[in-house]
Structure formats: structure tokens, C-alpha cells
């Protein structure tokens, strides 16, 4: 199992930045992969951000060029800096790790972007 802590969300002006942490403990060395969702209210989750145990990132294409995920194996979290914020990037971000074809979530941070 692994357990995961996300810290680092707020209340940003538009155009401000963010960066969230994913602290994950427990059987890490059987992560494949690691991602950064989101859920605005009424709407599903959805994926944003993606890093494989390889390195390889992905991004939805509306953060490209402003969000960047990364990973500190040495302190065994993930980051997401957030650049660029727009309102509509408003959403409980929540961290999730992917081992043995099961997903893994943290409690979530809420971002909100002001206009």
C-alpha cells in the first residue's frame, strides 16, 4: 500500500503561482506511476499531470506550457508548479499513485484562483 499527503494549495490571483507536494510512504518502490488530478464542483475528476517512474511526463493539453510535474526520489514526493493560474484552474487537486494496477489517492488540496 501507499499513502499519500498533498500540501501546498491556496488562494491565488490570476496570473499567480502555486506549487503543490505529494509526500508518498509506504511500498514507493512498487510506484509505476504518479499523477495530479483534479475535480472542480459538479464535475469529474480529471487527470492533469502525469510522471513515470522512468521520468516520462504528460500533461492535459490546457496546462501545457504553464503546469510542470517533477519528483524528488530522495524525499519520495511529487511536485506541481503551477504557473499562469487562471480561474478556471480552480479545483481540489489530489495526488494519486499508480502500483500493481491499483490507484492510490491523497485527501486532496483546494486551489482557487481569483479573477
Known amino acids: 500500500q501507499v499513502q499519500l499527503v498533498e500540501s501546498g494549495g491556496g488562494l491565488v490571483q490570476a496570473g499567480g503561482s502555486l506549487r503543490l507536494s505529494c509526500a508518498a510512504s509506504?511500498?514507493?518502490?512498487?510506484?509505476?506511476?504518479m499523477g495530479w488530478y483534479r475535480q472542480a464542483p459538479g464535475k469529474q475528476r480529471d487527470l492533469v499531470a502525469a510522471i513515470t517512474s522512468g521520468g516520462s511526463t504528460s500533461y492535459v493539453d490546457s496546462v501545457k506550457g504553464r503546469f510542470t510535474i517533477s519528483s524528488d526520489n530522495a524525499k519520495n514526493t511529487v511536485y506541481l508548479q503551477m504557473n499562469s493560474l487562471k480561474p478556471e484552474d480552480t479545483a481540489v487537486y489530489y495526488c494519486?499513485?499508480?502500483?500493481?494496477?491499483?490507484?492510490?489517492w491523497g485527501q486532496g488540496t483546494q486551489v482557487t484562483v481569483s479573477s
Open positions: 509506504g511500498s514507493i518502490l512498487s510506484i509505476n506511476a
Open positions: 494519486n499513485a499508480e502500483l500493481s494496477g491499483l490507484g492510490y
